[in-house]
C-alpha cells in the first residue's frame, strides 16, 4: 500500500516540474524497466497489483501502451477472473434459488441407484416421494450423473445367476500333476442350485473328442438346465458350443480374466485342492478318479455348505439324540482326511 501511495505522490510531482526534466525521468525509468524486464525469474504480482491494472484498464485508454512486465491479454484475463468472483459472490449472498439436498436423500439415491441397477431418474423419485421426501425429478436425474456405479455389469451377472441358479451348469478345468510328474487334465460339471457334480473324468490329452466324450455323458439328454458357464479355454471350441446348443442349453462364457463370474466352479476346485488333492499325490489317472470319486461321495453326502444353510448337496437329516446315554462317534472319510460324526445308541 505505501508502493502505491508513493507512486501517486510521484505522479503528482511531474505536474511542477520542467518537460526537460520530466522527459530524462521517465527515460531513465525504461532504461530500468528494459533491464527489470530480463529479471529471471519473472517476478510475482500481487493481488493489489492485479486490481490496480483491471481498474486501469477501464478509466484510461492507453494502458495497453505503459505495459511492461505482463501482456494485455493477461490484464484481460485477470478482469474476466474478477468478473467471476464478483458473480459468485453475489449468487452466495442471495438466498434465492432451489435448496441444496441433505446427505440422507443423496445416500438414499446412491443405495438405489447401486441396488436396482436398470432404474433411472424417474422410478427412485417415485420411491423418494413414496417415502416422504420432497425433491425434484430433475435434482435425482442431476445426481444420479455422479453414482459412478450405477449400472455395474458385475451386478447384473450376479443377479443372472441368482436368478438362474437352479438351471445353470458350470464347466470347468484344473490341473494335478501325479507322482512321475505327468500332469493330468481334470474336467468336472457342477450344478449352481445343489452344487452337485454331475460328472468328473481325468486324462492327460485333453482333445476336442474327448471333452465332447464328456458333455455327452454330462447331458445324455435334455433335462432341467438351461445355462452352461465355461470360460474362454481353446478346448470349448466351435464343436463344443455348437454341440451344447444342439442339446438344448446356452452357453455363456465369462469374460477375459474374471474367473468370479464361474465362481461356484472355482470354489469347488479351492476346496477339492484344500480337503484332498494337498494332501495326497496320485499314481496315474485311475488313482485320481478313485480318489475324486471318494471325494465327490463325501462332498455330496456328508460335507456341509454355507450356501445351502449348512446342509450338504444330497440333504442330510438332523439326527436326535436317541437316548440319554447315546454317544457321538466319528466315522473316517477320505481315509481319515475328514470325519462324519453321529449319534449311537449305547450298547
Same mark, same amino acid.
Given at each position: 500500500?505505501?508502493? &502505491? ?15 526537460? /526534466? ?13 533491464? &527489470? ?60 434459488? #432451489? ?35 420432497? !425433491? ?5 436425474? #442431476? ?16 443377479? &443372472?445367476?441368482?436368478? $438362474?441358479?437352479? !438351471? ?62 465355461? /470360460?474362454?479355454?481353446?478346448? &470349448? ?31 469347488? !476346485? ?25 471325494? !465327490? ?35 473316517? #472319510?477320505?481315509?481319515?482326511? $475328514?470325519? #462324519? ?7
Amino acid at each position: 500500500m505505501l508502493d &502505491f501511495i508513493s507512486a501517486i505522490l510521484a505522479a503528482l510531482r511531474v505536474f511542477f516540474r520542467g518537460r526537460r /526534466d520530466s522527459a530524462l525521468e521517465i527515460l531513465a525509468l525504461r532504461q530500468q524497466l528494459g533491464v &527489470f524486464k530480463r529479471k529471471h525469474p519473472r517476478p510475482n504480482l500481487r493481488s493489489f497489483d492485479r486490481l490496480f491494472w483491471t481498474v486501469l484498464r477501464r478509466i484510461w485508454p492507453g494502458w495497453a501502451a505503459a505495459l511492461i512486465i505482463v501482456k494485455p491479454e493477461t490484464v484481460v484475463r485477470w478482469h474476466r477472473t474478477g468478473f467471476r468472483l464478483y458473480w459468485r459472490w453475489r449468487s452466495r449472498a442471495s438466498s434465492r434459488g #432451489r435448496p441444496k439436498i441433505t446427505a440422507e436423500i443423496q445416500a438414499l439415491i446412491r443405495r438405489m441407484a447401486e441396488e436396482n441397477p436398470v432404474w433411472g431418474a424417474p422410478k427412485i423419485h417415485g420411491e423418494l416421494l413414496k417415502l416422504g421426501f420432497s !425433491v425434484s425429478e430433475r435434482t435425482v436425474a #442431476r445426481y444420479l450423473r455422479r453414482v459412478q456405479r450405477r449400472g455395474d455389469p458385475s451386478k447384473r451377472w450376479l443377479t &443372472f445367476l441368482r436368478n $438362474h441358479r437352479e !438351471v445353470i451348469v458350470a464347466l470347468d478345468f484344473f490341473t494335478v500333476p501325479t507322482l512321475t510328474f505327468q500332469l493330468l487334465y481334470c474336467f468336472f460339471a457342477i450344478e449352481h442350485g445343489r452344487r452337485r457334480i454331475l460328472h468328473f473324468n481325468a486324462t492327460c490329452h485333453p482333445t476336442g473328442e474327448w471333452v465332447l466324450q464328456q458333455l455327452r455323458e454330462t447331458f445324455p439328454e435334455a433335462g432341467q438346465y438351461r445355462y452352461v458357464i465355461l /470360460d474362454r479355454d481353446s478346448k &470349448f471350441d466351435v464343436q463344443i458350443i455348437t454341440f451344447l446348443k444342439a442339446t438344448g442349453v446356452k452357453p455363456r462364457r465369462t469374460s477375459i480374466r474374471s474367473p468370479w463370474q464361474n465362481g461356484t466352479a472355482e470354489r469347488w !476346485v479351492g476346496s477339492c485342492r484344500r480337503e484332498l488333492l494337498d494332501h495326497i499325490i496320485p499314481l496315474n489317472e485311475e488313482h485320481l478318479r478313485r480318489l475324486i470319486r471318494d471325494y !465327490v461321495r463325501y462332498y455330496h453326502e456328508d460335507r456341509v455348505h454355507d450356501s445351502l444353510g449348512k446342509d450338504t448337496p444330497n440333504g442330510r437329516a438332523i439326527e436326535v439324540k436317541p437316548s440319554p446315554q447315546a454317544r457321538v462317534i466319528s466315522g473316517a #472319510r477320505l481315509g481319515g482326511l $475328514h470325519h #462324519r460324526y453321529y449319534w449311537q445308541q449305547a450298547a
